[in-house]
Each structure stands twice: as structure tokens, then as C-alpha cells.
């Protein structure tokens, strides 16, 4: 459970974002409009995903021509796998959206994959990282689209860019 399941809990509905056990099954950029006063996009994942290096390399350049072009984005969520942490990955992605200039909260996910000890290590490890990166906040929220942990807090962070 990854990015379409904390859209899916996010806004309180099971199938909204088509979710599945299987990394990579998110292959285009998929929009969410939240009564006109919020949109959510739903980006292909650049990490781990199950889809030959092509693919992955083709998603990446559909994301970062988003990232790059998209005038009306407020905000990123960079999401991180609770039980892996920053990878190189994650830090390509750090340093683009720097270079765009994109608000970014890293939301870390998964956390009931994990202890609380390896949750509070790999938050701590990424505030570090999260130092060299001007765009990023100094923040990193823990979730969990499966207990529910974290969400309340996100969702309350995401209505505050909401249009009144």
C-alpha cells in the first residue's frame, strides 16, 4: 500500500485511487479534485516499482516535466517507505524539486511495517538529510493509510492550501 492508499485514506474513501499490492501500478498522472477547492495528483512512483527500467526512466521525465511546468503546484508530498529510508532515488527527487523551487513535506509511510524505534530512526536520519535540501520542510510526518496513523495530521496540513 502505497501513494494511491493514502489518497485513499486521505479522503476517507476505499477505491478512489485504484490501489494494488504490486509496486508500480501507477503509470500516469491521475488527478483528484476535492470539491474545487483542492486537486490531489497521484504521480508514478520513481522508486521501486515492478516495470522494466524504460518505463520507470519514461515516468520519471512525465514527473519532473510536471514538477518543472505545473504553475499551480503548491506543494509536495515526497513519500518514504517507513522500512527503507532515503534512498538515491529520493535524493534525485530532493534536488529537483529544490531546483523548481516546490514546498516539499516528506511523509513517511508504512510506519505500521515497522517498530516505533525504526520509525524514529529513519525520521531522524531523514531531517539530517532533509538539511542540504532548501525546499523541503524541516518536517516529517509518519503515516499509515492502513491504521490510520498519521492521517488526521496530513489531511489537516493539505485543507490549510485549500481554497476557501
Known amino acids: 500500500m502505497g501513494k494511491s492508499s493514502l489518497i485513499n485514506a486521505l479522503t476517507g474513501r476505499n477505491a478512489l485511487a ?3 499490492v504490486t509496486p508500480g501500478r501507477t503509470q500516469q498522472i491521475n488527478f483528484f ?3 474545487e477547492r483542492l486537486i490531489l495528483a497521484d504521480l508514478p512512483g520513481y522508486g521501486f516499482a515492478k516495470a522494466p527500467r524504460s518505463v520507470v526512466d519514461a515516468w520519471m521525465t512525465l514527473v519532473s516535466s510536471y514538477l518543472r511546468y505545473r504553475e499551480t503546484l503548491q ?3 515526497l513519500l518514504n517507505d517507513a522500512r527503507h529510508g532515503i534512498k538515491d532515488s529520493d535524493t534525485t527527487m530532493l534536488s529537483l524539486l529544490d ?3 516546490i514546498a516539499t513535506l516528506v511523509v513517511l509511510t508504512k510506519v505500521d511495517k515497522v517498530n516505533e524505534m ?3 530512526t529513519t525520521r531522524q ?3 539530517v538529510h532533509l538539511k542540504s535540501h ?3 520542510a524541516p518536517l516529517v510526518l509518519a503515516t499509515s493509510a492502513t491504521t490510520g496513523e498519521g492521517i488526521a495530521e496530513l489531511r489537516a496540513r ?3 492550501l485549500a481554497k476557501v
Open 118 to 120: 525504526q520509525t524514529t
Open 134 to 136: 532548501p525546499a523541503a
Open 99 to 101: 531546483q523548481a523551487g
Open 125 to 127: 536520519d531523514i531531517l
Open 33 to 35: 479534485n476535492l470539491g
Open 158 to 160: 493539505l485543507a490549510g
Open 18 to 20: 485504484r490501489a494494488s
Open 75 to 77: 506543494r509536495t508530498c
